[in-house]
């Protein structure tokens, strides 16, 4: 995802992982818990001996307690837990969420990042950005949860649940009570996508598909934190013979994001990502396969508590020339398919497949 801010400079890019996790685990030390208490409250045997009898003075000499340390709670937390539940305000007290990667404003347009002025004004708009920072930050935790432990033999039912359990326990927000959801928790259901639906498939109840070691699973989850939503995606493969794919993808997302920016014409960024994910091949089978974008699959802007906002980001080169403002909200998406690069939506599936 891509913010616009008065500077230009996007807060997060909901689409890269820009740090890996690792997570402390607690765990205890091996040692005697007696030689433990000894060493924490014993004494000294010369201050056992002076007690044992009577000091010149007849008085009795008095024993020295050192005090009790206190023991850690999970309010005091330092590190994400696995699977993530440590809320996320304990792991940052101050409320101030790391900004993410930072892609600055090229050419005529550099000014915005450079300027005295349009550094104050995004200063002044810290307020929303902070709650943009804060979902993306928790939604890096739980993708790289998620991203560690998603293995093959496991339902999508499962993998979902996973999922949604780690942003509503981070954000803090359960969704039980009237009007909790609203305050912060999923942006929108899980999408769990296998092979040739391309987008918007979500395991509903009873759902007993299995994860197959075979299979290409787009994983699509969304956060919020009073309405401000981020939504990221990515795929995940588990035969090498996919990685060009996988790299294709990513790379045209970040073609997009480095394209994105006030005054910008959608038919640009487009071009930008066509240009980068048609660049690559694949090859499978021993035949070589070219790398097409899905043409009528797009990114959006993103208003509060709106998923779609209404305007489009296509990912192929045409003639749209509306042009992205200051302030507007972007998911800028991705789609690379080694078919004909065109999908149809399908009822039996309630995704999206391609062909």
Request: proline share 4%; net charge negative; charged share 25%.
């Amino acid at each position: 995802m891509t913010r616009l801010t008065p500077q230009g400079k996007p807060a997060e890019s909901a689409m890269k992982i820009v740090s890996d996790a690792n997570p402390n685990i607690n765990g205890l030390v091996n040692g005697s818990p007696v030689e433990k208490e000894e060493h924490d409250h014993g004494d000294s045997d010369e201050e056992k001996d002076d007690e044992a009898g009577l000091v010149s003075g007849g008085a009795k000499k008095k024993k020295k307690r050192r005090p009790k340390k206190k023991k850690g709670t999970a309010s005091s937390a330092k590190a994400q837990s696995s699977p993530p539940r440590v809320l996320m305000s304990n792991l940052y007290p101050d409320g101030q969420y790391p900004q993410g990667e930072i892609v600055e404003y090229r050419n005529e347009n550099s000014f915005r990042t450079t300027s005295e002025e349009k550094r104050h004004l995004d200063r002044m708009n810290n307020d929303f950005l902070n709650e943009y920072r804060q979902g993306a930050e928790i939604h890096r935790q739980v993708r790289q949860w998620a991203q560690k432990n998603i293995k093959p033999g496991q339902t999508l039912t499962e993998i979902a649940e996973g999922i949604e359990d780690g942003v509503r326990a981070l954000t803090g927000h359960q969704g039980l009570e009237e009007g909790d959801s609203l305050i912060g928790g999923m942006g929108f259901p899980t999408g769990l996508s296998l092979n040739h639906c391309a987008a918007h498939y979500t395991p509903n109840a009873g759902n007993k598909v299995v994860l197959q070691k075979e299979d290409v699973m787009k994983i699509d989850f969304g956060v919020h934190v009073n309405g401000r939503i981020v939504d990221c995606a990515w795929t995940m493969a588990f035969d090498p013979v996919y990685d060009n794919l996988l790299v294709a993808v990513k790379d045209a997302t970040n073609s997009g994001i480095r394209e994105a920016g006030i005054d910008v014409r959608m038919s640009d960024i487009g071009a930008a990502i066509q240009e980068t994910m048609e660049s690559y091949e694949v090859e499978i089978g021993g035949q070589s396969l070219p790398v097409k974008c899905i043409r009528n699959l797009n990114g959006h802007d993103i208003v509060q508590y709106s998923i779609h906002g209404g305007k489009s980001v296509p990912i192929v080169k045409g003639g749209d020339q509306t042009k992205m403002e200051e302030g507007e909200t972007f998911a800028i998406e991705t789609f690379g398919s080694t078919g004909k690069g065109y999908v149809r939506d399908d009822v039996r599936s309630t995704g999206q497949v391609g062909s």
